[in-house]
């Protein structure tokens, strides 16, 4: 995941950085006319500058400041890549607007590199977007046993195999497990989430098909208290957020085993949808942290942006493969740093 | 943020609306919004730069035709170059024949296999499944249920791990039935073991379809994704699911465009009833957040051939009773006023309450005055006279006053239009138009 982004991100900073190398070349040719215009960028207020203020700028401050102009056109290129990347249409403006607003006006002194400004302004730009991400582990450790986390999200994005993936991290950390089986809806849910917990060996609570999906959730919770079981993982029936029958449905299952943590789990390879569900989500039933799976199918990673920047919650998970172990804690600034590989800031 | 989409798009049309000649600004803005609502809607953006670009062109190219104005020959252009992308329906015949699904994982092939199962079922024919997921754990089981609730045989082996075997044996278990549907194991196209398994199923069952089934959120993946799959099996239909949310369902159009294939369902709900075949009027209208966008098109075709109004002469001062006459005759053609207002995508333009009834009900009143009145009085309304007024109004079933309300109207529709030339350089602007009809009352 994110290689497709960072080939991306790698060309759109060499526009940009050479968009502002060309401001940085013109003012050292003797042409006042050409000057002029930087020279008023900085100095609105004189309308015509004396030539000696002109050399001051030029050769005493040795200064120069990037205007909007200059980059407009790298910018306009970063846009399209952002979208071809599936960065949903408004985070795509927020983020130009935070870049835009990173670069121009920067006084930059002649030595400095070009490419150390831009590279800031990208990292400074994702990085106030992805967050400081979520360590589960630790908030296990330092939370009240058992620890209960409701996973939601729609329909086939993956929760079921989340929940079974996330079971087998955190056995592996050390800690038990108990895995409430709150899909009753869908036909094979239970049997899917059963099977999987036996290769895995953790305990499933399960009712008929059809059942409440609170009952069978609240037995899963009484259980982790009756046998010291230190999470419980509880999987729920995809719904989409339009259903207003649905979501009270998860808002009574919220109020009856009372989450410590509402993990939203969406696809990485959801396009602009992704933003208007995550945040419906986040209004009727909240969210504390998101997975995002399906991140191996060769998605340039836009999702996790777009979500991390309409919910403003942290990634918890990335899911990249069918196996168990095919989980990986999200950490944004290596991501970040990987992105803008070889950043020299 | 849709509803700002195409508000915005909306207001971009209301440029174009006033508007006599095509303006380069006013199209070059359309086509930006256009982008913008087309790629909140998931399609792909390199679809899209070709898609405005065919807009820009065409807009600004091709004549406008007659009585049709700027915002309207924009529009069915748009609309035209959005069919076009879509308009290839998937054959779909009530025959015997092998239907292989294939699909990323979670984009709802079992969910679709049951509910295409049961559209054929309904249509009379004997239809069986096949259950080739072997990976995920009760995808049988799921399968088997719903096929169990619509007494539909499902063949497949939970315990097996070979798909290939299953499906060899579910084509002879069940050939005497006459629609054989093989669900597959959800796989992306970064899996080449998996790709080569449907590679070899397709072998197999020598399908006579083989459908891509794609969730409707998928973002700008679903290009490369169908390329893929084409590449590999041929797709020759796509289904598109979880329609009954938000998602715009746009990457459906990129993997339509790249297989070069046509639409075949719509999933919208997760009861078995919930398939429809593919409408593409719809289908579009949905993307860009718009209103009836086909019925405008047609009823602007239609009223075009059938009304000779003069605008140019209209425009040059040469409006006649008998040029209104056509005009009231042209929008009769296109339904009430009410109705053809409501089709426009012009949002909220502010019209005083009940001006259509009145205006749509006087207007045939006019047209059978005018009915009543000779040919030179038609050409030269001065020449009616009070003793003139008498006969036409006899003649018409009405009274005096009628006849002298439809001069008076006619006196302001020959004075706006003139007024319009003067003004706004030729513009005709029916916004102003409007406001002086509601005078009238």
Known sequence: MFSGLRDRLQAARDRLGASIGVVAARPQKPEPDKTGEIASAETPAAKNPTLTDKVRILIIDRELIVSEK?????LDELEMTLLESDVALPVTDALIADIRAGLVGKHR?????????????????????????????????????????????????????????????????????????????????????GVHAERLGIKVIEHKSGADPSAVLFDAVQYAQAHKTDVVLADTAGRFHTKANLMS??????????????????????????????????????????????????SRGGAAISIAHTIG???????????????????????VEELLGGGTV | ????????????????????????????????????????????????????????????????????????HVLRIVYQELVRLVYATADLKLEPQVILMAGLQGSGKTTTTAKIARYFQKKGMKVGVICADTFRPGAYNQLATLCAKINVPCFGDPASTDARKIVKDGLVAIKDLEVIIVDTQGRHALEPDLIQEIIDLNAITRATHRWLVIDAALGQQASEQARRFHDAIGIDGVIITKMDGTAKGGGALSAVAETKSGIVFIGEGET??????????GFISRLLGMGDLQALAEKVQEAQVASEVDMDAMMKGHFTLRDMYKQLEALNKMGPLKQIMNMLPMGNMQLPEGVYDVTSTKMVRYRILMDSMTPQELDDPGIITSSRMQRIARGAGGTPEEVRELLKYYKMMHKTLKGLRGAAGGKFNMQRLMKRFSGMQ
């Open chain 1, 70 to 74: 200059d980059v407009a056109a790298a």
């Open chain 1, 109 to 193: 002194k002649i030595g400095e590199s070009v490419d150390a400004l831009v590279v800031g302004a990208l990292k400074s730009a994702l990085l106030k977007i992805l967050g400081s991400g979520f360590d589960l582990t630790a908030y296990i450790k330092t939370h009240e046993r058992p620890v209960k986390i409701l996973f939601t999200g729609v329909n086939g994005t993956g929760k079921t195999t989340t929940v079974a993936k996330i079971g087998a991290y955190l056995k592996n950390q050390g800690f038990s497990v108990v895995i409430g089986a709150g899909d009753t809806y869908r036909a094979g849910a239970i049997e899917q989430i």
């Open chain 1, 249 to 298: 449905q998860l808002d009574k299952i919220r109020r009856v085993m009372k989450p410590d943590l509402i993990v939203y789990v969406d696809e990485a390879v959801a396009g602009n949808d992704a933003v208007v569900r995550a945040a419906e989500f986040d209004r009727t039933v909240g969210a504390d942290a998101i997975v995002l799976t399906k991140a191996d199918m060769d």
């Open chain 1, 313 to 335: 919650k942290p990634l918890l998970f990335l899911g990249t493969g069918q196996a168990y172990e095919d989980i990986v804690p999200f950490e944004p600034g290596t991501i």
């Open chain 2, 1 to 72: 943020m849709m509803d700002t989409l195409s508000n915005s798009l909306r207001d971009a049309l209301k440029k174009l609306a006033g508007k006599a000649v095509v303006d380069r600004a006013a199209v070059d803005e359309l086509v930006k919004n256009l982008q913008r609502a087309l790629l909140s809607a998931d399609v792909n953006v390199k679809l899209v730069m070709e898609l405005s670009k065919a807009i820009r062109t065409r807009s600004l190219d091709e004549e406008l035709p007659k009585n049709t104005n700027v915002r309207e």
């Open chain 2, 272 to 281: 078995i009833e919930a398939l429809e075949r593919f409408d593409a009027n």
